[in-house]
Every structure is written in structure tokens, then in C-alpha cells.
């Protein structure tokens, strides 16, 4: 089947890009240490990719649905402090001698990040060069309905939605369903989850080498969950995401040093854009408004200015706050939109003054978008969790489909990211939200 051949160039392809890697360390140690320590640095290249294997760098994407590069920067610099190790080690036992501190440092930092590069570089190439996996929905209802939807909102998945199967019997998957003909993957979306059932399917699956995925109907428990085990009993674990204060410091001191680079390289953009809006429409070029901080507590947020001056007086003619069916809002098409405003949306240049809020102490860089008062006074006690960490410059929403999203959606993956707060998520979502950035998913 399509599958067999997929994976392997996958993995061909990524042990590619980790000897790319390598061998462009070895080329930085011939210019820093010499020929014959950049020789022996290229000899300890199988000793790198079998440490590669053995950090589970190769065996990680045929499992998951979504496995994306910055998910395994962790491993991925694992790999190279053990590979730079073992480099230094067989250097000091040949003629060489041992590397320089700098230059061993240097080699981590290189095949960290080369291997970053290069491997993002080598999963585009395997999704244009294989066909997108055929997968099949199993199930009915929200679930399955919002399973379709949130899969449909990322490229990078390489998942080719071929059909829906809301009903299935035990005497069907016994005899041999057809209509697992030609999918590579089913993925159970149903609620409840018949247990016979789903054991019968993953055995048809595994006869056809079809893989199975299961969302879970996790309900009012939410997603901060960790499946551990004991012996062959499966436990799932669920967070009840209490923040730690050192968790909050981390998160504090992240906000302060990247804002303030930040705000510092983006300040002749910062006057340049105030200047285009001032000749593009009347009106200050910074948009003040009241937003809904942690707790609820109300701070002004600043943006650039993306509409016309007098825009909050023409709310009513646009959106009725009373007639609104969730606590949110945002339209396609807002006339009020000036033309260089719809471009400083687009790229998202008028979220840049929010840096000010960052530094202020009012908004985090990454956290749930601030929303305005008047909305949250509408918040049902499940939406309010929105409210128990700083807002953010950019959130989940921003990588999980900005404003594809409904209220709901929304309100489950900001639930989600709080839930499972950490540093390394928030540089996670930091970097992915260049990459919708740059895409302009969902800005409007």
C-alpha cells in the first residue's frame, strides 16, 4: 500500500537532512580546528544518525497525525549534544586531540539548529513529493463534525478527508467492511465509544496496514491529559492546571527580554507605519480601547489604528452587541476598514503596540486574545477560564486558525493551551505564528 512507501522516504529524507547537518559541522571544524579534526568529525557521521535513531527522531512521525519540527527541538538538541559527546570522545582517542570548548559549543549549537533547518526543509519536501494520506471519518454528530472541521483547517496535516461513516455494526467489521477500501487511515469520532466495537475495527485495520486514530469525547474534562500506565492497565491523568508561580516568573521574564528586543528592531516600522496611517485617514494612528485583562480586570490595549476615526460610533450600523449568539465577533468585511488598514490586518503590523502592553505588565506574549469588556460581561463560568492567565499578543487562536474559528473552538484550544501551559509552548506557539502570519490564515 501507499503507506509502506511513504514512511521510509520520509525517514530517508530526514536521516538525509541529519547528514547534511553533520557534514556541514564538519566543514565549520576543518575551518576552526583543521583537516584532520574536520576528517574525524565526518568519520563519527554514522555514529550521529544512529544516535539520531536512537533519540526516536526517525520513528516519531508515522505516529502521530501532526508531527511538525519545532515539536521536537528538545530531542533535536539532545541529539546533538549527545552526537557532539561522542564526537569530542572519539577525537580524543585519534590524533587531534580533543575540541576546543568554543568549538564544541559551536558544533551543538550548529547541528542543533541545522538539523532544525534542515529537516523542516526535508518534511515539505516528502508532503510534495507523496500523495496526502486518505482518511476516513467513523462517527456522527458534534465530534465527528468538529473533528472534520479542525482537520481541514491545517495544510501541514497531509491529510486528504475521503469520506464519513456515521454508522458501523459489529457484524459489518467481522465480514470485512468495503468501505475501508482504499483509505489509509480511520480516524473514530464518536461519542459514546463502544469498546467492542473499536477493538474490532483497529483488527480490521490491522489487517489492511490502515492506521487508526481515536478522538476521545473528552467532555467536560477538557484535554490536560497524560496517558501513563500501570502494568497493562492504561490511566489517563488529567492536569488541574495549577500554575506554579516559577512557572509564571519564566513566563514574565520571556515576555520582558523578547518585548523589549522586540520593540527595539520593530521601532522604524513602529514610525513608519504611524506615518503612513496619519497621511492614509485622519485620526490619531493608535487605537486605544478597554479590554477584559486577567481576572477580568479592564486595561487599555493599544493597536494601530485600522479604521476610520469615528468607527466606534458606527458599531450599531454594523453589529448589534445584544443580537450577537456568542460572546464575540469579528466580520469578513467591515466597512469601516481603511484600505492600508486591511493591509496592516492582513500582515498583522497594528497588533505591534501591544508590545507597550507586554512590557506594561497588562498582556503576555502569548495568551488568550483580549477581549472587550462589554463581551465578557457575557462570559458563561466555562468561558471565564479564558480569564485566568494574562491575554497574549498572539495565542492559540492565531496558530489553530485565527478566525476560522467559532467561540467554542476558540474558547477549547485557549482551554487547552492554559490547561498545559509551559515555557517551551510558548515558543512553540511564538514560532508558529510566523509561519499563519506570513500564510494570513484567517486575518481579516
Same mark, same amino acid.
Given at each position: 500500500?501507499?503507506?509502506?512507501?511513504? !514512511?521510509?522516504?520520509?525517514?530517508?529524507?530526514?536521516?538525509?537532512?541529519?547528514?547534511?547537518?553533520?557534514?556541514? #559541522?564538519?566543514?565549520?571544524? =576543518?575551518?576552526?580546528?583543521?583537516?584532520?579534526?574536520?576528517?574525524?568529525?565526518?568519520?563519527?557521521?554514522?555514529?550521529?544518525?544512529?544516535?539520531?535513531?536512537?533519540?526516536?527522531?526517525? &520513528?516519531?512521525?508515522?505516529?502521530?497525525?501532526?508531527?511538525?519540527?519545532?515539536?521536537?527541538?528538545?530531542?533535536?538538541?539532545?541529539?546533538?549534544?549527545?552526537?557532539?559527546?561522542?564526537?569530542?570522545?572519539?577525537?580524543?582517542? $585519534?590524533?587531534?586531540?580533543?575540541?576546543?570548548?568554543?568549538?564544541?559549543?559551536?558544533?551543538?549549537?550548529?547541528?542543533?539548529?541545522?538539523?532544525? %533547518?534542515?529537516?523542516?526543509?526535508?518534511?515539505?519536501?516528502?508532503?510534495?513529493?507523496?500523495?496526502?494520506?486518505?482518511?476516513?471519518?467513523?462517527?456522527?454528530?458534534?465530534?465527528?463534525?468538529?473533528?472534520?472541521?479542525?482537520?481541514?483547517?491545517?495544510? &501541514?496535516?497531509?491529510?486528504?478527508?475521503?469520506?464519513?461513516?456515521?454508522?458501523?455494526?459489529?457484524?459489518? *467489521?467481522?465480514?470485512?467492511? $468495503?468501505?475501508?477500501?482504499?483509505?489509509?487511515?480511520?480516524?473514530?469520532?464518536?461519542?459514546?465509544?463502544?469498546?467492542?466495537?473499536?477493538?474490532?475495527?483497529?483488527?480490521?485495520?490491522?489487517?489492511?496496514?490502515?492506521?487508526?486514530?481515536?478522538?476521545?469525547?473528552?467532555?467536560?474534562?477538557?484535554?490536560? %491529559?497524560?496517558?501513563?500506565?500501570? %502494568?497493562?492497565?492504561?490511566? =489517563?491523568?488529567?492536569?488541574?492546571?495549577?500554575?506554579?508561580?516559577?512557572?509564571?516568573?519564566?513566563?514574565r521574564a520571556l515576555d520582558l527580554a523578547l518585548s523589549s528586543v522586540a520593540l527595539v528592531a520593530v521601532l522604524p516600522l513602529f514610525v513608519l507605519t504611524a506615518l503612513a496611517i496619519l497621511v492614509d485617514s485622519r485620526g490619531s494612528p493608535i487605537f486605544v480601547q478597554w479590554r477584559a485583562g486577567r481576572g477580568g480586570k479592564p486595561f487599555r490595549m493599544y493597536k494601530f489604528r485600522t479604521m476610520v476615526a469615528d468607527a466606534e460610533?458606527? *458599531?450599531?450600523?454594523? #453589529?448589534?452587541?445584544?443580537?450577537? !449568539?456568542?460572546?464575540?465577533?469579528?466580520?469578513?468585511? &467591515?466597512?469601516?476598514?481603511? /484600505?492600508?488598514?486591511?493591509?496592516?490586518?492582513?500582515?498583522?503590523? !497594528?497588533?505591534?503596540? /501591544?508590545? #507597550?502592553?507586554?512590557? /506594561?505588565?497588562?498582556?503576555?506574549?502569548?495568551?488568550?486574545?483580549?477581549?472587550?469588556?462589554?463581551?465578557?460581561?457575557?462570559?458563561?463560568?466555562?468561558?471565564?477560564?479564558?480569564?485566568?492567565?494574562?491575554?497574549?499578543?498572539?495565542?492559540?487562536?492565531?496558530?489553530?486558525?485565527?478566525?476560522?474559528?467559532?467561540?467554542?473552538?476558540? #474558547?477549547?484550544?485557549?482551554?487547552?493551551?492554559?490547561?498545559?501551559?509551559?515555557?517551551?509552548?510558548?515558543?512553540?506557539?511564538?514560532?508558529?505564528?510566523?509561519? %499563519?502570519? =506570513?500564510?494570513?490564515?484567517?486575518?481579516?
Open positions: 500500500m501507499r503507506l509502506r512507501r511513504r !514512511d521510509p522516504l520520509r525517514r530517508r529524507l530526514l536521516a538525509a537532512a541529519d547528514a547534511v547537518a553533520v557534514v556541514g #559541522v564538519s566543514v565549520v571544524a =576543518v575551518a576552526v580546528e583543521g583537516w584532520e579534526t574536520g576528517l574525524w568529525a565526518l568519520v563519527a557521521l554514522p555514529l550521529w544518525l544512529l544516535l539520531a535513531k536512537l533519540h526516536g527522531l526517525y &520513528d516519531r512521525d508515522h505516529r502521530a497525525l501532526r508531527h511538525l519540527t519545532v515539536d521536537e527541538l528538545p530531542s533535536l538538541f539532545a541529539w546533538a549534544l549527545s552526537g557532539t559527546a561522542a564526537t569530542t570522545l572519539l577525537l580524543h582517542l $585519534a590524533p587531534p586531540g580533543s575540541l576546543q570548548i568554543r568549538t564544541a559549543v559551536g558544533v551543538w549549537l550548529l547541528a542543533g539548529l541545522g538539523g532544525f %533547518a534542515l529537516r523542516t526543509v526535508a518534511r515539505a519536501l516528502w508532503r510534495r513529493l507523496t500523495p496526502p494520506e486518505r482518511a476516513l471519518i467513523v462517527g456522527r454528530g458534534a465530534l465527528a463534525d468538529s473533528t472534520r472541521r479542525k482537520l481541514n483547517l491545517f495544510d &501541514d496535516i497531509h491529510l486528504e478527508l475521503v469520506g464519513e461513516r456515521p454508522q458501523w455494526s459489529l457484524d459489518e *467489521l467481522r465480514a470485512g467492511p $468495503a468501505w475501508l477500501a482504499g483509505v489509509d487511515r480511520v480516524l473514530v469520532a464518536a461519542s459514546p465509544l463502544d469498546e467492542t466495537l473499536v477493538a474490532e475495527l483497529l483488527r480490521a485495520c490491522r489487517e489492511r496496514n490502515i492506521k487508526l486514530s481515536v478522538v476521545p469525547p473528552t467532555g467536560a474534562f477538557g484535554t490536560a %491529559a497524560q496517558l501513563s500506565r500501570v %502494568a497493562d492497565l492504561p490511566i =489517563v491523568e488529567y492536569n488541574t492546571w495549577d500554575i506554579s508561580r516559577s512557572s509564571l516568573l519564566l513566563k460610533d458606527r *458599531l450599531p450600523e454594523v #453589529v448589534s452587541l445584544d443580537d450577537l !449568539d456568542e460572546p464575540m465577533f469579528k466580520l469578513l468585511r &467591515d466597512p469601516r476598514i481603511t /484600505q492600508l488598514g486591511s493591509l496592516l490586518r492582513r500582515t498583522s503590523l !497594528d497588533e505591534l503596540p /501591544q508590545l #507597550v502592553n507586554v512590557l /506594561q505588565g497588562h498582556m503576555s506574549l502569548v495568551g488568550p486574545r483580549p477581549e472587550q469588556v462589554e463581551l465578557v460581561e457575557r462570559y458563561s463560568p466555562e468561558h471565564r477560564i479564558r480569564l485566568s492567565v494574562k491575554p497574549g499578543l498572539t495565542g492559540p487562536m492565531q496558530v489553530y486558525g485565527r478566525g476560522e474559528l467559532t467561540f467554542e473552538e476558540r #474558547v477549547a484550544v485557549e482551554r487547552d493551551y492554559i490547561e498545559n501551559l509551559s515555557l517551551g509552548r510558548d515558543l512553540h506557539i511564538l514560532a508558529l505564528t510566523i509561519a %499563519a502570519v =506570513v500564510g494570513g490564515r484567517g486575518a481579516y
